[in-house]
Structures are given as structure tokens and as C-alpha cells.
């Protein structure tokens, strides 16, 4: 069988790249033609549905571009390779990420930086299920964001953060980054509707911590930084919630959740962190008797 386009391709990449320079060609020209092949040749094996080959050949694309000393392209040729490697190889696709995120911070381009380690994030999020690392990636995307004055985007991956906190089980730290990003949000008139989000998802935490007289403590300080919190659903709610965790009251407690939820749906995330709650009443009583 002949081959196809994209080997021919990277067989003539593959020879340039293992030639001897000649008398008239310097070692930089000639990275620079492998390199130009080998990003002809990517594009033709993306062209064959062939992702993984399309992967490889990015990425020595980008070892031709360091070589040459062409940061800027070697960052782009490996977030090309990152795109062709999502196709079926996360692993690959976060190594070549992680590649391309060490080349933006040394060309001081963090906000791009910041892009692709979201990038990341969703990966082990959504491939690979490694919620650890998905919560660190998170935070660093965050404080890059935040370095370049993208507060929003910051903002929304400070709270992608603070719930995986929560499912890990991390409420101390769920707290602390929930109220970052409320604080943040309090500054702006098109984002302080928000806030009473963020406080009951901090207060769930506290609790889910078998933390009451915290969750107590945090609500009071809430009120003095926006007045109106108390007025709402989700600080009473929290409160009704509060009490019944500080008396080990399980049924107070499961009335409260079945009432709110008959107003205000509960998503997945509350249900999970408001059930971890639940058991935690139950134990507390199970050791009274």
C-alpha cells in the first residue's frame, strides 16, 4: 500500500530533521524547514481523522521551533498538537497543555497562560475524573486571570474550584475561595446578585464540617457586608439549616431541605454536599445513644 500525503510528508520531515547542516545552511534553517514539514504533515494526518499521528507531529513541530529559539511558535505548535490530542488522548492532550502553559509564562503571556490551564482543568475534570488536579489547575488559571485584570473569568474559576474543594471534601478551603469570590462580586452591580450563592454554598460548607458555631459566625459577618442577605431565601435557609445541625434535630433538618427545594430546585452539587450533612447529624445522634 503507498502512503498516504501526511507519511510522505513526515518522511521528508523526519530526513530534514536528521540531515547534517551543509556549508551553506545553518542548524536554525534547518529546524526551520523540518519543522515547516512537520506541521504540513499534522495538518494532513488531521485531514485522515488520524489525531493521535497529528499529535506527534505537532509536537515535533515545537521541538524544531525551541530549537530554533522561537518560543512563540513552539507555544502555539504544541497547543496545535494539545487540539489533535483531545481527540481521544487526554493524557497527551494535558502534557502538551502543560507544554504550551511554560512557554506562555516565559514570554509573559499569562493570560493566555491562564486559557489553556483552564484548558487543563477541564480535562482532568471531564476525561480523566482526577478532581484534585483539576481544583489546582483551576486556582492557577484563577491567579493568572486575576493578575491580568480578568476578574470575571477569575472569578468563575475561583468557584469551579471552591465546588470541587467541596466534593473533596476540602470545606475549609471551599469556604475561603466561595468568599473570594463573593467579596469580588459585591464590587460590581452586575454581579452582586450572585452573592447570596456563594454565601449558602460557604455556610453548606461549614456545616458539612460539622461547623455550626462557623456557620453561625460567617452568617453574622454576611449580613454586615450586604445588608439585604438576611431578607433572602438562601440566609434563611441556612439558618433553619444551622439550627437544626447545632441541635442534631434530623427532622427540622430534612423539613427545611424539603421545603426549599419545593421553591428553589436543588442542583447536584447541593444535594450531594446537603446529604454529607444529613449523615453528619446522623452520626452525632447515633453516638448520643
Known sequence: MAPSPAQVLLAKADKKYNSSAGWFTSSSSKFEEAGDLYQQAANSFKLEKLFKESGDAFAKEAECR???????????????????????????????????????????????AADREKEIAQIYLQESGDLGRACESFERAGDWYSQEDANATANGCFKDAADLHAQLGQFTQAVTRYEQVANHSLSSSLTKYSVKEYWLRAGLCALAARDPVTARRNQDKYAIQDVTFPSTRESKFLALLTDAVDANDEDAYTRAVVEYDQITKLDNWKTNILLRIKQGIQEAEENLT
Open 66 to 112: 525551541e530549537k530554533q529559539g522561537e518560543r512563540n511558535d513552539a507555544a502555539n505548535a504544541w497547543w496545535n498538537a494539545a487540539k489533535s490530542y483531545k481527540k481521544g488522548h487526554p493524557d497527551l492532550a494535558i502534557r502538551a497543555l502543560s507544554s504550551t502553559v511554560t512557554f506562555l509564562t516565559l514570554l509573559g503571556r499569562f493570560r493566555q
